[in-house]
């Protein structure tokens, strides 16, 4: 029988053990033949190694070596539960050789097949793992909804094993060995419950219209553009009621496929005492995939995360924010109506995948399907999916998009307006 493995999902009464941190310092080269088991080894005697990262929509993405390839993109994912991840189609490009198949799952309905990889080890500069769990996953089908390509997720298992420093604001990662890292500086340390080398977080959700805080457990997410609550904690607690104006569309797409629900506002989210004012959640109506989870009630993404310099430190269990300078930043969402896909070997195409009801683009007679040409004279392939969105959320802005719909060319014209 196949094995079902849910990443971001730990299984009902799974308490992780926090094993030793693992570290060992290597004095020999990156790549080198090292000796079996998990490790993680810094070069030349180093404690820790700070790398340059990019972020794509709040998404950490930085290059990692596997099978002496450079230059693959991988993202640092605190929801990859106890494992650590390789598109399937770069493993067969590499030749990588294939374990055990399972099947498993994430956000959104589907199971996929996953398979085992034997023998893997990735490369950053100064530091090299060896001997975990990676496996292939089917990430490639991700791309159009992303925005861009994933090679690979360095997950819980490698990450457990660190203390992990995010400094969004200089697209700045540091891996510190555990075993003598120091905290320093000010900044709110949050008590984290570990399970299976994920992260959770007790925090109190206040609605809108309400003054009654809603305490719940959320895992701690890098890999997850967008704040969520999930199904049974939004119907407990009506969220969707209490939410002034909300906007059903599609929210995603995570390993398991398309995910919809409805966009909307809460007063705050307090986490210690930290409390993030009026962000854009979505309240998830799924019926199956981690959304649609009791066994926790939702995630802290990225557009949370990314508003702090993040501390995650595991074998402590504490998470320590220090407010960064998009902290006061507005929540913003979509004020088209609008829902891109992309495609093309640079992801510059744009088709439309959803036009929300009665919205400025529906109005306008936009339809799904319809290819993108240009935004206010201003040719399609200039953006990408995250400054096209970003684009398309300025209040009040009058915008022409010119469209092409089997074989047509027209424009259609609309004022953006605030949907939630």
Same mark, same amino acid.
């Given at each position: 029988m196949k094995r079902i493995f849910f990443l971001v999902l730990f299984m009902?009464?799974?308490?992780?053990?926090?094993?030793?941190?693992?570290?060992?310092?290597?004095?020999?080269?990156?790549?080198?033949?090292?000796?079996?088991?998990?490790?993680? +080894?810094?070069?030349?005697?180093?404690?820790?190694?700070?790398?340059?990262?990019?972020?794509?929509?709040?998404?950490?993405?930085?290059?990692?070596?596997?099978?002496?390839?450079?230059? *693959?993109? #991988?993202?640092?994912?605190?929801?990859?539960?106890?494992?650590?991840?390789?598109?399937?189609?770069?493993?067969?490009? *590499?030749?990588l050789t294939l374990g055990r198949t399972t099947t498993g799952g994430g956000a959104g309905p589907e199971q996929v097949r996953m398979s085992d990889l034997e023998g893997i080890h990735l490369l950053l500069p100064g530091m090299e793992m060896a001997g975990f769990r990676i496996i292939t996953i089917p990430l490639k089908r991700m791309e159009p909804n992303w925005g861009r390509k994933k090679d690979g997720l360095l997950g819980g298992n490698i990450l457990g094993r660190l203390v992990t420093q995010i400094d969004y604001a200089n697209h700045k990662v540091t891996f510190h060995d555990p075993g003598v890292f120091e905290a320093s500086g000010k900044g709110w340390v949050i008590p984290l419950i570990v399970q299976s080398n994920?992260? #959770?977080?007790?925090?109190?959700?206040?609605?809108?219209g309400s003054d009654v805080p809603r305490e719940g457990l959320f895992l701690i997410d890098t890999g997850v553009r967008m704040t969520f609550f999930n199904t049974p904690f939004t119907a407990k607690h009506g969220l969707i009621q209490s939410a002034r104006r909300t906007v059903e569309n599609i929210a995603g797409f995570g390993i398991g496929g398309a995910v919809r629900g409805i966009m909307g506002r809460v007063t705050?989210? +307090?986490?210690?005492?930290?409390?993030?004012?009026?962000?854009?959640?979505? #309240?998830?109506?799924?019926?199956k995939g981690i959304a649609a989870s009791s066994q926790f009630d939702g995630i802290i993404g990225a557009d949370i995360l990314s508003r702090f310099h993040v501390t995650f430190d595991y074998q402590k269990q504490e998470m320590i924010l220090q407010k960064g300078a998009d902290f006061l930043q507005p929540f913003e969402y979509d004020m088209s109506g609008l829902y891109f896909i992309s495609a093309g070997e640079a992801n510059n195409a744009f088709t439309v995948e959803n036009v929300v009801e009665n919205s400025p683009a529906a109005k306008a007679g936009a339809a799904k399907g319809d290819l993108l040409i240009s935004v206010d004279?201003?040719?399609?392939?200039? #953006?990408? &999916?995250?400054?096209?969105?970003?684009? &398309?959320?300025?209040?009040? +802005?009058?915008?022409? &998009? +010119?469209i092409s719909r089997a074989g047509n060319v027209s424009d259609l014209s609309f004022r953006l307006e605030r949907l939630i």
């Open positions: 009902a009464g799974c308490l992780a053990v926090i094993a030793g941190a693992g570290i060992e310092q290597a004095q020999s080269k990156p790549g080198e033949k090292t000796a079996v088991g998990p490790a993680i +080894r810094f070069s030349d005697g180093a404690k820790s190694v700070s790398i340059d990262i990019s972020l794509f929509e709040n998404i950490i993405y930085f290059p990692c070596r596997v099978a002496g390839v450079a230059s *693959l993109d #991988f993202v640092l994912d605190t929801g990859a539960t106890d494992v650590s991840a390789i598109d399937e189609k770069v493993a067969e490009d *590499l030749g994920t992260l #959770f977080v007790k925090a109190k959700i206040v609605s809108e705050s989210i +307090r986490i210690g005492d930290l409390e993030i004012e009026r962000p854009v959640v979505q #309240f998830s109506t799924d019926t004279n201003q040719p399609a392939f200039s #953006f990408t &999916l995250e400054t096209l969105k970003r684009y &398309l959320q300025r209040e009040g +802005r009058p915008v022409t &998009l +010119r």
